[in-house]
């Protein structure tokens, strides 16, 4: 197997990450960043923020790697051509989800429009007690998701960048906190989401 050729072969990429340990995540890592520009190419095609994409890109690399685990990849195609199925795939769910949500939006009644009716004082009372419940409310869902994601989520929140993420939670890359922290969020808004 060659450790540290320039280009890694499919079969170098899927022996380190059966292999196990800390060879595995450092053959996660290769084979996340091989294909990153799939990224732009997503925002691109399917005309999503980058955020969108980066976020169907990551999801689409934890199940190549589940599935190069399990064996479910038996390696009948090139891994960048099964990668970039499941990412158009999570690309074209995200587009899904977006249009779906936006035909309920009309839907709703404004609350800017119903606090404009009241006076001053009961207004910006009312909006205390909004973002009081709002703030509560974030903090019941952080909660909710686990340390790692809790803590990812406040120092991102903060202004942390992701390199400085991945050194405080003892991560291999700037990379690999970036897709853990968009999993994250996802887990969040799947939360806010669910709420009743």
Not at 16 to 23: E, F, K, P
Not at 32 to 52: C, F, I, M, P, S
Not at 138 to 166: F, P, T, V
Request: proline share 1%; net charge neutral; charged share 30%.
């Amino acid at each position: 197997m060659q450790l540290f050729s320039r280009s890694l072969t499919d079969a170098d990429l899927m022996a380190g990450i059966r292999a196990g340990g800390a060879q595995r995540r450092l053959y996660e890592n290769k084979l996340y960043e091989k294909y990153t520009y799939l990224v732009a190419e997503g925002v691109r095609k399917h005309r999503l923020a980058e955020d969108d994409c980066a976020s169907a890109y990551s999801d689409a690399v934890l199940i190549v790697f589940d599935h190069i685990i399990s064996g479910r990849f038996e390696g009948r195609s090139e891994l960048k051509t099964y990668l970039y199925q499941i990412f158009t795939n999570k690309c074209v769910d995200a587009i899904r989800k977006k249009t779906t949500n936006r035909s309920s939006v009309h839907d709703a009644l404004s609350l800017d429009d119903s606090l404009m009716q009241l006076p001053d004082t009961a207004r910006s009372a009312v909006q205390h007690l909004i973002a009081q419940s709002d703030v509560e409310n974030l903090y019941h869902h952080l909660k909710n998701l686990g340390d790692k994601c809790r803590s990812m989520i406040l120092l991102w929140g903060e202004g942390y960048s992701d390199d400085e993420i991945a050194q405080s939670i003892d991560y291999n890359s700037a990379a690999v906190a970036k897709t853990s922290r968009l999993r994250c969020l996802d887990k969040l808004r799947e939360r806010y989401r669910n709420a009743p």
